[in-house]
Each structure stands twice: as structure tokens, then as C-alpha cells.
């Protein structure tokens, strides 16, 4: 029988998926709380995640919600079943470098005035600093 914290996962990544019949929640209990799972088909995988992984900070959110309820820690582990059958942790896209360098050259390659030139390059390390973050 399924926890009150698995239904609530199964629940939301249902509604969110192609392919319900293929989600599955796993329920491990350690020393750190409780870790929770989720295995999707693998092309509804970039649906759970969401851009920059948004989707799935959000159900994290909601799941530690319902552990101060609870009084309990959840966590929530998405693994990508790549179609060898091989389970790996599923990671947010990323955008190839290359690309990335070459926006930034165009936008500095253009004339801008000295103050414009010196905010856009400090908004430009900040930008990059939170690509660095992992969520």
C-alpha cells in the first residue's frame, strides 16, 4: 500500500505526464529522512523537470510542505531509465557552450555607451553565476 507521500508524488507527476501508467514512486527510509524515487517514461523525463528544473524544484517544495506536516524530511530523486534499462539521476538540460560564448560576443561586439557596457557585464556574471547553481 502506498504511503500518504507517495500518492501525493504520483498524484502531481500524473497530471504532468504523457504517459501515467509509467510513473512510479520508490520509498527508502535512511538516517536523513525519507527518499522518494521517481521513475517516468523517458520521454515524459523533460516534463517532470521543466525548464532549468522549475517543475521539480516545485514538487520538492510542495513534498518538504508536506513533511512539516508530517514531521518528517522528504526528498525526491528523479531518475532517467535511459532506453538500455540503465537508471542514472536525471539532470535539467543544459545549453551547449559554445552557444552561450557566441551570444555573448555579439552582444560585445556592438558599440554601447561606457555605463550601459559596465551594467550589462556585471548583470552578465550575475546571470552566469546563477547557471552555476545546481537545483
Not at 517532470?48 to 513533511?67: D, F
Not at 522528504?74 to 535539467?92: H, M, Q, S, W
Not at 555573448?104 to 561586439?109: I, K, M, T, Y
Request: hydrophobic share 40%; glycine share 6%; aromatic share 2%.
Amino acid at each position: 500500500m502506498a504511503t500518504i507521500d507517495q500518492q501525493f508524488v504520483e498524484y502531481i507527476v500524473k497530471t504532468l505526464v504523457n504517459n501515467p501508467d509509467k510513473v512510479a514512486v520508490e520509498r527508502k527510509i535512511d538516517e536523513k529522512g525519507v527518499l522518494l524515487s521517481l521513475t517516468v517514461d523517458p520521454e515524459d523525463v523533460g516534463r517532470v523537470i521543466g525548464k532549468r528544473g522549475v517543475t521539480a524544484q516545485a514538487i520538492r517544495v510542495l513534498l518538504r510542505a508536506l513533511g512539516t506536516k508530517q514531521d518528517a524530511r522528504f526528498n525526491l530523486k528523479i531518475v532517467n531509465t535511459d532506453e538500455g534499462g540503465e537508471e542514472r539521476p536525471a539532470k535539467p538540460a543544459e545549453k551547449p557552450a559554445e552557444v552561450e560564448e557566441t551570444a555573448v560576443e555579439e552582444v560585445v561586439e556592438e558599440e554601447e555607451p561606457a555605463e550601459t557596457s559596465e551594467l550589462a557585464e556585471k548583470t552578465r556574471a550575475e546571470l552566469a553565476d546563477l547557471d552555476d547553481l545546481d537545483i
